[in-house]
């Protein structure tokens, strides 16, 4: 089982209290993130062969986040440097419940300027997963270079995953957040999306109107609350969440997309009956990233999450 992630990978700045807003924190802690970086980290973490393909600045930033991925065994032969733009950043203010809000640095970032030639298609050949957001669909050249990558990885049958991350400050409008976001669903074969999500983009509860004709699966999540698979002849697997005391939930949604990569895909013709017991691990995994504060700091292991199951299990 291996999975290739393909976008921006950042440094998220997390205020160091609950409840303040950016402008308000005293100070804040460096961690790496960018929600397709913090997948290619979750999958490794819980075992399994990660790559990410993206673009960073050539800049100390930039070679640290590398570095931090390729401590986490994350092969990193598709990242490339930018000599135009300095590696993108995040401040992220947590309120009291540990959710976010998030001020950009990207004036234009390096992840934003990847063009096409610089897509390594034989780094796509090499996993058997492709997982995406939306963001690097914002601007161009990135948005060609998805493009590109995402028709290789469908013309060499990979499985792919997208997840629609709404970063509504990051498009010029709602309007254009809403396009751009839906013009990621025809490649996928698994949608993972959030609650507020599938709201801002059918403007309602529905699943329907997301369905394309590759898609095999809908996963909303609905944070502590757990999540709900939807299968394309109406049916629907529901697991609850686990409850824990959210220090940040930032990666928590990228964290649950891994956990649900490495249970599907080593079952690819036949995992219908194992998606009850997939959609639980995820919510675990997806809990125990709140934990601490940043994304790939605070992923689990394979170990740690089931050891984390047992024990709610008793």
């Not at 990978?9 to 209290?17: G, N, R, S």
């Not at 991925?69 to 032969?77: E, F, K, P, T």
């Not at 959030?194 to 997301?210: K, M």
Request: aromatic share 8%; proline share 4%.
């Amino acid at each position: 089982m291996s999975v290739l992630s393909f976008g921006e990978l950042l440094i998220d700045f997390v205020a160091l209290e609950q409840g303040r807003t950016v402008g308000e924190a005293s100070g804040f802690v460096k961690a790496p993130g960018g929600a397709p970086a913090n997948v290619a980290a979750a999958v490794a973490r819980l075992g399994h062969a990660s790559a990410f393909m993206g673009q960073v600045g050539d800049d100390p930033f930039g070679r640290h986040l590398a570095g931090v991925l390729a401590a986490a065994a994350v092969d990193i032969s598709g990242l490339t440097y930018s000599r135009e733009a300095r590696t993108a950043l995040a401040f992220v203010a947590n309120t009291a419940d540990g959710d976010r809000s998030f001020m950009f640095y990207r004036h234009p970032s390096a992840d934003m300027l990847m063009t096409a030639d610089e897509v390594d298609t034989a780094v796509i050949d090499a996993y058997a997963a492709f997982h995406y957001g939306s963001i690097t669909f914002i601007h161009e050249p990135a948005a060609s270079a998805l493009r590109l990558a995402l028709e290789h990885a469908v013309a060499r049958g990979k499985f792919i995953s997208y997840d629609p991350n709404l970063r509504l400050p990051l498009w010029q409008s709602a309007a254009a957040a809403k396009a751009g976001m839906l013009a990621g669903l025809p490649y996928a074969n698994l949608l993972k999306i959030s609650e507020e999500e599938l709201e801002f983009l059918t403007g309602s509860a529905d699943v329907r109107p997301l369905w394309r004709e590759r898609m095999e699966l809908i996963c909303v999540t609905y944070g502590a609350a757990g999540a709900v698979i939807h299968l394309r002849d109406g049916s629907r697997i529901e697991r609850s969440g686990y409850r824990v005391q959210a220090a940040d939930t930032t990666g928590a949604g990228d964290a649950f997309a891994a956990a649900m990569l490495t249970g599907l895909l080593p079952h690819r013709e036949n995992y219908h009956e194992r998606l009850p017991a997939i959609l639980d691990f995820a919510n675990a995994v997806g809990a125990l990233t709140c934990l601490g504060k940043g994304a790939i700091p605070s992923l689990p292991t394979m170990a740690q999450a089931l050891a984390f199951q047992a024990e709610r299990a008793q």
